[in-house]
């Protein structure tokens, strides 16, 4: 079974230009969540969709990033214009949502790298 | 307040032994899953082990275990038998609710180094 896929792994941009990460869940998950996680800190949830709607998106910096999974498979995080601080690891992960108990274990792709400088 | 406290920044230890990662959590939802990730070098978060709070034993996964002591609201990371292969920075993460499709909280994470 593939595994979720994400690109570019490695991003190197100038403060104020814009990035767009992309994810592919493994087949059959509805859920698919973007976590960032910033050097020595865990990772923090910027956004949660159920199939192609928004479940929770909280925690994203609405005034730069935005996401978007239009057909409810793949997904595109864009961030612009892109600040120092967003310099981090963007991890997608995706899970199986059966609408009744089970134990929720979330599938992390490899994460992009994005330093900001 | 944090919803999950992970107090050791780093932990060392010799091949061949034991070693607990601790993890404290806060939530006032009586169902919830409290999981563990391996996240080495290379960055990918690698799922460990899983705890449901009305478990009535504690989860083991090979060389995992989970301690789990609900009152004290404690969920520690036990492995056995340490390899050179188990450094990496190891993550707790509660579930809140009882349903799948919802979103982990992650702790800041512990370091762990095996030497030989």
């Known amino acids: 079974e593939a595994g979720v896929a994400q690109s570019p792994r490695y991003k190197i941009i100038e403060k104020r230009q814009s990035v767009a990460f992309w994810c592919n869940p493994i087949s059959g998950h509805a859920t698919l969540y973007w976590y960032q996680q910033i050097l020595g800190q865990g990772p923090k949830l910027l956004i949660q969709f159920q199939n192609n709607g928004v479940v929770d998106d909280s925690q994203l910096p609405k005034d730069r990033f935005s996401a978007e999974r239009l057909k409810g498979v793949d997904s595109t995080l864009k961030i612009q214009p892109a600040k120092l601080e967003d310099s981090a690891v963007y991890l997608c992960?995706?899970?199986?949502?059966?609408?009744?108990?089970?134990?929720?274990?979330?599938?992390f792709g490899e994460g992009s790298r994005l330093t900001v400088l | 307040a944090q919803k999950i406290t992970q107090t050791q920044p780093g932990m060392f230890v010799q091949e061949k032994e034991a070693v607990t990662l601790d993890c404290t959590y806060d939530?006032?939802?009586?169902?919830?899953?409290l999981f563990w990730y391996k996240q080495p070098s290379s960055g990918e978060m690698i799922f460990l082990i899983y705890q449901g709070s009305y478990d009535q034993q504690n989860a083991t996964e090979g060389r995992y275990s989970l301690n789990f002591q609900k009152a004290r609201k404690s969920a520690n990371l036990v492995i056995s038998a340490s390899q050179l292969g188990d450094s990496a920075m190891y993550f707790c993460a509660m579930r809140e609710g009882d349903q799948a499709g919802t979103a982990l909280i992650f702790g800041k994470g512990t370091t762990l180094s095996v030497s030989s």
């Open positions: 992960a995706s899970s199986f949502f059966s609408g009744g108990l089970n134990t929720g274990e979330l599938f």
């Open positions: 939530t006032s939802d009586p169902s919830y899953g």
